[in-house]
T-cell receptor, first 113, second 115 residues
Framework: AQSVTQLGSHVSVSEGALVLLRCNYS??????LFWYVQYPNQGLQLLLK??????LVKGINGFEAEFKKSETSFHLTKPSAHMSDAAEYFC???????????FGKGTTLSVSS | DAGVIQSPRHEVTEMGQEVTLRCKPI?????LFWYRQTMMRGLELLIY????????DSGMPEDRFSAKMPNASFSTLKIQPSEPRDSAVYFC?????????????FGPGTRLTVT
């Protein structure tokens, strides 16, 4: 069965600092991996996805993630945090294209000036 | 495109009442998902449809919950009777094959409060 673990329910960074949000997955087959962002009182917006085409995936708003099979990880990074990045971030996995997503518990990112 | 549309955005009801949540997927999408978000359990799948047919309803909590998709542009999630523990944000998402992979697009959610 697939599962996702997000390390750290809350991450705080200063504006301009590196953002690193951790995600480890468990899957018996090559997974499809996703990062979503949720702003307060809104739905989820797709940041980026891994679909086996390339291990380094670039997404919107300057975010990127690297798929590391040996570490079963798909960590999300951004070189320089902006105040507008403050939100909750979810890592998700599906074992087959088109099937339901299994989400991690989420990481709340706070950005201070 | 208007995106996934959900109604109502907020619903407050009393225990025992029937609640119906509605979803209009993005035109042309053939998969529709209902998720529930709570503080305790996070985001979890309730049910999903492919081409209007339910594929996986293993996440539906109990018989009080039912979901239908009578056509490609409309789905409902019904709770009867509602209980306080059903209080949550309910999201609808839709997807279709884009470039060979399925991206799910989420609606804004319905915040349900059962008193």
């Amino acid at each position: 069965a697939q599962s996702v673990t997000q390390l750290g329910s809350h991450v705080s960074v200063s504006e301009g600092a590196l953002v690193l949000l951790r995600c480890n997955y468990s899957s018996s087959v090559p997974p499809y991996l996703f990062w979503y962002v949720q702003y307060p009182n809104q739905g989820l917006q797709l940041l980026l996805k891994y679909t086996s085409a390339a291990t380094l995936v670039k997404g919107i708003n300057g975010f990127e993630a690297e798929f590391k099979k040996s570490e079963t990880s798909f960590h999300l990074t951004k070189p320089s945090a902006h105040m507008s990045d403050a939100a909750e971030y979810f890592c998700a996995v599906s074992h087959q294209a088109g099937t339901a997503l299994i989400f991690g518990k989420g990481t709340t990112l706070s950005v201070s000036s | 495109d208007a995106g996934v549309i959900q109604s109502p955005r907020h619903e407050v009801t009393e225990m025992g009442q029937e609640v119906t949540l509605r979803c209009k997927p993005i035109s042309g999408h053939n998969s529709l998902f209902w998720y529930r978000q709570t503080m305790m359990r996070g985001l979890e799948l309730l049910i999903y449809f492919n081409n209007n047919v339910p594929i996986d309803d293993s996440g539906m909590p109990e018989d009080r919950f039912s979901a239908k998709m009578p056509n490609a542009s409309f789905s409902t999630l019904k709770i009867q009777p509602s209980e306080p523990r059903d209080s949550a944000v309910y999201f609808c998402a839709s997807s279709s094959r884009t470039g060979g992979y399925y991206e799910q697009y989420f609606g804004p959610g319905t915040r349900l409060t059962v008193t």
